[in-house]
């Protein structure tokens, strides 16, 4: 006879703990103030930290500014002060702006590191002269020398732009046809292969003793250094980003009888431009060095020849007024360059790295 299996029931799951929101009865309690305050804790203290460092930096200012001048003393005193009132706006605003919590958590981390360096610096120049005058001025000095020169930088800042645009942009057309040449066509790779290899290493600050005789003028002359600059690393990508383009891409193009044309600018191009972003980056960290040295060859006006004439002055508050605002402009135009890859390869996004 056989016998019947028993159902052997499934232990029973252990009750779950309760929720400190929940009654026994199934009534809610309403969560305590202080764990909404204790949700923003993050944000409050990255909001509250850039107030602390500005509120640092303007003790260490007053102790120091009995080794500086009275003017500087009073700009910078005024500089700090309306930082601090403004990160203290901020830190009651983000209470209620969500966008600017975000904001603060994010930056206030490294702008109040930055704060605290300027006390440092402060602190070692102006306060106890650790490094010899008037080599390393103090901050306040410097803030000055940006204020009381503040229309000749500006100009000088215009012509180092418009130098700069127009040797990039003539770098990189050359360099996206020469490069494109070169990836795709096996004549033009055979002949261009060894003279990108041989002329494009050499700096193109080496360039400069020939520069000077060849071109009609220091502008032009500049211009071509920039542009040389510029052309080797955005040759080499594009070439090797259209030389890596995948087979199976250009099969299926040639199989819909897809021609010439259409495999070079709908298929090899946008499949190269990670690469040539790549080498759009590099050629603009090149255009910069090349851009500030040119600039000491004859040309009568930008930053790099500002930085000169403040120099042969010993003006060297002027010279770190003039590096804070190649630091500017020069994070400016690469986060431009940043945010148009990001629009450009939207269809890479998630997958980019850098």
């Known amino acids: 006879m056989n016998a019947t299996p028993e159902l052997i029931a499934p232990p029973s799951a252990a009750p779950a703990p309760a929720s400190p929101s929940v009654h026994s009865d199934g009534t809610t ?11 923003r804790a993050p944000a409050d203290v ?35 002060t309306g930082l601090l009132v403004a990160a203290g706006l901020a830190a009651v ?11 603060l958590r994010e930056n206030c981390p490294i702008l109040a590191a930055a704060i605290l360096l300027l006390g440092a610096w402060e602190t070692i120049t102006a306060g106890f002269r650790w490094l010899p005058m008037p080599y390393f001025p103090s901050p306040a000095g410097v803030l000055q020398s940006l204020v009381n020169d503040r229309a000749l930088l500006f100009d000088s800042t215009w012509h180092s732009l418009l130098l700069l645009l127009g040797g990039y942009a003539l770098g990189v057309a050359v360099g996206l046809v020469t490069g494109i040449c070169i990836g795709w066509f096996p004549f033009a790779r055979y002949w261009g292969m060894p003279v990108l290899k041989i002329v494009g290493p050499i700096p193109a600050t080496a360039w400069i003793p020939l520069a000077m005789v060849v071109s009609p003028s220091a502008i032009f002359s500049a211009v071509g250094l920039i542009a040389l600059a510029v ?11 259209i030389s890596n383009t995948r087979a199976s891409f250009l099969d299926v193009a040639r199989t819909l009888g897809a021609g010439r044309g259409y495999l070079i600018f709908r298929v090899a191009i946008p499949a190269a431009m990670p690469s040539i972003f790549i080498g759009l980056f590099m050629g603009l960290g090149a255009s910069f ?66």
Do not use: C
């Open 46 to 80: 990255a909001a509250r930290a850039l107030p602390a460092a500005l509120g640092v930096a303007l003790i260490v200012h007053r102790l120091a500014a009995k080794n500086e001048l009275a003017n500087e003393t009073q700009l910078y005193t005024q500089f700090l």
């Open 29 to 39: 309690i309403p969560p305590p103030a202080f764990a909404k305050l204790f949700r």
């Open 231 to 241: 052309w080797f690393p955005v040759t080499m990508l594009t070439a090797s980003g």
């Open 93 to 103: 605003a983000q209470i209620f702006w969500t966008g600017l919590r975000q904001w």
């Open 289 to 354: 060095l090349t851009l500030v040295v040119a600039e000491t060859i004859g040309v009568k006006s930008g930053l790099g020849w500002y930085v000169t004439w403040a120099q042969g002055w010993a003006e060297y508050g002027k010279v770190y007024a003039a590096l804070v605002i190649m630091a500017a402009f020069f994070s400016t135009i690469m986060t431009l360059l940043f945010q148009l890859r990001d629009r450009v390869l939207v269809w890479q996004k998630g997958t980019i790295k850098w």
